[in-house]
């Protein structure tokens, strides 16, 4: 038997809502049954509009944050015809993209645009500006983006309103749970320039960050989320990637049934007794008070 351990908060955040109607439905389960305490929203996506309403019900019975995430690949971006970003109306592949941005081509203000514009997008469904921002597929990290993310929520809101998700995760912690290692370290330290422009601003984030992985069969999610768990941050954050397969998504996102295997286990008590093992709890950002 686990010895339990005493209980403190931890972030368990679902990204990709409003994706596809599979995930955003699983996703809503999933805060209903206080498995999640965070879901990062697709504001970009057609379903989002659609979603928001039914995520707002859900979160007024079981509170849980709600937030941004930033889309800059793979899909059509809202701010219409974006010079030297989306070409033929679809924003980059991700390795296009991060070549560009490494090498300091990226357009800054066809990106600060799409910013504003996804915001924009988010506030008017959800009727009140995000609890947080992040990025599909770690997109708020890159160079030139970090920066328009910064200054428009310094812009947008009151010092403290909005939190960012940071990236960054100590390498010992990642060495140690030996998963998607180059991955975690290669995200880490792109993770690190946002870090420091988000304290300079005033901008509160989290303390550890984990969830990191290839999506294949082996190792079960199970194994994989007490990685997660066991070696966390003191402000620590973990993402996952819950949903069901249906064909909106198929047609739009190659992550497909690996989704169902976190969904299962999220939904499991496995995943309730894992958490109290590790002595944690889902909370919400503010759990973690104000403190950048």
Known sequence: MRELLPARPIIVCADDYGLAPGVSA??????????????SCMSGLPDWRRAAGELRAVVAATPADVGLHLTLTDHAPLAGDLHGLAAGGRLPPLKRLLARTLARHLPAAAVAEEVRAQL?????????????????????????????????????????????????EAPDRSLRRG?????????????????????????????GFSGLHDFSAAPPFGERMRRFLADTGPRPLVHVHPGRVDAALIACDPLTTPREAELAYLASGEFVADLAAAGLYPARFSAFGREA
């Open 26 to 39: 699983a996703i809503a389960e999933l805060i209903a049954a206080g498995r999640l305490s965070a879901t």
């Open 179 to 207: 998963i998607a290692t180059g991955k975690a370290l290669f995200i880490s330290a792109l993770g690190r320039g946002l870090r420091q422009q988000a304290r300079t601003a005033g901008l509160p984030m989290n303390e």
């Open 120 to 168: 924009d997008a988010f506030e008017d469904a959800w009727g009140a500006p995000p609890d947080y921002v992040d990025g599909h597929q770690h997109v708020h990290l890159l160079p030139g983006v970090r920066d328009a993310v910064v200054a428009e929520l310094r812009r947008r809101y009151p010092a403290g309103r909005v939190w960012v998700r940071n990236c960054v």
